[in-house]
């Protein structure tokens, strides 16, 4: 049984599919913090099968605990955590102690039950600013902002414990930009309040809930001026997830992978991709740089594939396909109209 902690989430119900697709079995715990069960629901619909959803905190070692002993679990998949960087930088305790401290409390439970599988959701946020593109794993870490600090001092903390007890079998997984949605248009990204990202800004403007996007910065050193990203499909990232567990027992490492496509697209070829896939205007402006932006950030893939044989399948048009869908059909996302 795989514990999926943040499993009502974006990323994390995307998972849920993936594993129910592979064969395994999994309880979703989560604290509906920055989710809604509507989501859980709606996976239920998908798989056609009821889910085991417990919600708790992660820094509740309690509520932890008697899922441990309610389950018999043998690997995590952490994907809990508070993500927005803005915030970070407002709320830094509320940050460091949701997303450090509890992962502590949850690696102290894993090891109370004997439970020493772990998939962990980093970010190429780790990288900072990097010196050069395409990023391997090897490349110097540093982060600009509480949350990016939260990753990297997790990271660490989990290389810490692998080398007390090399019984542990760790995987962290360096996302991306993650985009796009299931097929279906059942699940997808529902931010609360204005999108901080790019993918749900420019989906919102295409549905009429923005007027325009503001492009931020049109002055950096790539193909346009506007920054380039690694967007990776959602679908694919949750099965970059199944492979790491399907190999996880026999890692006896902490592996760290970049689970991007390899590919950078700039702003406005997002945005063209984003009108070409959903047939309507995507009206912009030109704004100033947003600070702690970087020019350019795109994966080598390739580690990802030498260990854990995954690459990404799926290219920047069906990722503007399936966004759009999940944004037209649910313009308000999860919540009820
Ligand atoms: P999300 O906010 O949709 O999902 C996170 C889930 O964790 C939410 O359902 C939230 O309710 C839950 N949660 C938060 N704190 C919790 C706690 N203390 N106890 C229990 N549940 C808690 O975010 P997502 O986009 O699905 O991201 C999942 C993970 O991947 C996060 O750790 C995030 O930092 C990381 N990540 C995301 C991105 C991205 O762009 N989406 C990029 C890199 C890394
Ligand atoms: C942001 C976070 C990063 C996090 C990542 C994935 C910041 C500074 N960085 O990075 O820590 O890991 O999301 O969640 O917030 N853009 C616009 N207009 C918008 C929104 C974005 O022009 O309204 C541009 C950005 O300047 C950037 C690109 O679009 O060039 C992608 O932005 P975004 O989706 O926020 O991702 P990141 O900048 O990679």
Request: aromatic letters at 10%.
């Amino acid at each position: 049984m795989v514990l999926v902690t943040g499993g009502a989430g974006y990323i994390g119900s995307h998972t849920c599919i993936a594993l129910h697709e592979a064969g395994f079995d999994f309880v979703v715990f989560d604290n509906l913090s920055n989710a809604s069960q509507e989501s859980l629901f709606r996976v239920q619909k998908i798989i056609d099968r009821p889910i085991s959803f417990v919600q708790g905190d992660i820094r509740d070692k309690e509520a932890l605990r008697s899922v441990f002993t309610q389950y018999d679990i043998d690997a995590v998949i952490h994907f809990a955590g508070l993500k927005a960087v803005g915030e970070s930088v407002q709320q830094p305790l509320e940050y460091y102690d949701n997303n450090i401290n509890g992962t502590i409390v949850l690696c102290q439970v894993m090891q109370e039950f004997g439970c020493k599988n772990m998939v962990f959701s980093s970010s190429a946020t780790v990288y900072g600013d990097p010196h050069t593109t395409p990023i391997k794993e090897d490349f110097p870490l540093s982060a600009t902002n509480p949350y990016g600090r939260t990753k990297l001092f997790i990271e660490e903390i989990l290389r810490d414990i692998f080398v007390s007890d090399t019984s542990w079998n760790i995987v962290l997984l360096r996302y991306f930009n993650p985009v796009g949605a299931h097929k279906s248009g059942l699940i997808g990204e529902d931010p609360n309040g204005i999108p901080n990202n790019l993918m749900p800004f420019i989906a919102q403007t295409a549905v009429k809930k923005r007027d325009y996007l503001s492009v931020f910065g049109d002055d950096y050193d790539t193909v346009d001026g506007t920054g380039v990203r690694d967007y990776i499909h959602v679908v694919d990232l949750a099965f970059g997830h199944v492979k790491a567990l399907e190999k996880i027992s026999n890692i006896k490492e902490v592996l760290t992978v970049n689970l991007g496509t390899g590919k950078g697209y700039s702003v406005l070829e997002m945005v063209r991709a984003f009108e070409k896939a959903s047939g309507k205007d995507v009206p912009y402006q030109i704004a100033p740089r947003r600070s702690g932006d970087v020019a350019k950030c795109f994966a080598d893939p390739s580690y990802a594939f030498e260990t854990l044989g995954w690459s990404a399948q799926k290219g920047i048009q069906e990722m503007c396909e399936d966004s759009w869908r999940w944004q037209s059909q649910n313009p308000n996302g999860y919540a009820k109209d």
